[in-house]
């Protein structure tokens, strides 16, 4: 019998500075990018929080703390590289990944093929096994009035 586990993610972060955003490994325009450690990819951020929760192996910060400036500017596909390892030394593989992007201000569907083959690659998976969508909260709370952005995932692995 398969033994198959599942684990969630999520990342927010404040849009600030200068563009771009980058969204599963990809550079989008944007007059702002966003605040936070590494490249601020708030989409493979909680894609590695997804995958580590799935073999419980606590969580990104546990490896890269947001305090220590060696991250700063860090390439997050890089990071979800790490994770992807993380799985593999559990002695499990990864079945499928979902991701939901919240946010007003970035549109997603020009960019949804190109952050699925980037996250599929780092993920070391095929396309079909990685799913991006996008939503907004028509306007509601802290990602509704364009302050930030949001991104749910979940991981599936199996041994």
Do not use: N
Request: glycine share 14%.
């Amino acid at each position: 019998m398969a033994d198959v586990r599942t684990g969630i993610g999520f990342d927010a972060h404040r849009f600030g500075g200068d563009g771009p955003v980058i969204l599963g490994g990809v550079s989008i325009d944007h007059p702002t990018g966003v605040i936070g450690t590494s490249d601020g990819d708030v989409a493979s951020h909680a894609i590695c929080d997804a995958l580590l929760g799935a073999v419980a192996a606590g969580d990104l910060g546990s490896y890269f703390p947001s305090a220590d400036p060696a991250w700063e500017g860090a390439d997050s596909l890089e990071l979800l590289r790490f994770c992807v390892e993380r799985v593999a030394d559990s002695g499990y593989t990864i079945s499928s990944v979902d991701v939901t992007i919240i946010v007003e201000t970035v549109r997603i569907e020009p960019h949804r093929v190109l952050m699925r083959e980037r996250l599929a690659g780092a993920l070391g998976v095929e396309i079909g096994r990685v799913s991006v969508k996008a939503t907004t909260t028509d306007g509601l709370g802290w990602v509704g009035e364009g302050a930030g952005i949001a991104v749910q995932a979940i991981a599936t692995v199996q041994r």
